[in-house]
Nanobody
């Protein structure tokens, strides 16, 4: 059974930092592109960042230079370091695992809420 469990969300002031973590089980971690997505109230879910098993990263323009994604293939974890947070970063953040060979084969976590507010 695939499980993606996010942690690290919370309330932070504008300009602050948070680190999200996702622990994966039930998948062959090295065969998955890992990613973070977010969904703000009233908006569609959107890509934040992805990372391949060999470390290639991709970021949404809105977070480039502020967020950093990383993964540990030994611990089956993926992290999202978020700096210089803005109110518009407020959203539920979801961990995603997308199989790099089998198209359309992906899993989602339940999400963790990040609120950026003074």
């Amino acid at each position: 059974q695939v499980q993606l469990v996010e942690s690290g969300g919370g309330l932070v002031q504008p300009g602050g930092s948070l680190r999200l973590s996702c622990a994966a089980s039930g998948i062959i971690f090295s065969l998955n592109v890992m990613g973070w997505y977010r969904q703000a109230p009233g908006k569609q879910r959107e890509l934040v960042a992805t990372i391949t098993s060999d470390g290639n990263t991709n970021y949404a323009d809105s977070v480039k230079g502020r967020f950093s994604i990383s993964r540990d293939n030994d611990k089956n974890t993926v992290n999202l370091q978020m700096n210089s947070l803005k109110p518009e970063d407020t959203a539920v953040y979801y961990c995603n695992a997308a199989h790099s060979i089998i198209a359309g084969h992906e899993s989602w976590g339940k999400g963790t809420l990040v609120t950026v507010s003074s």
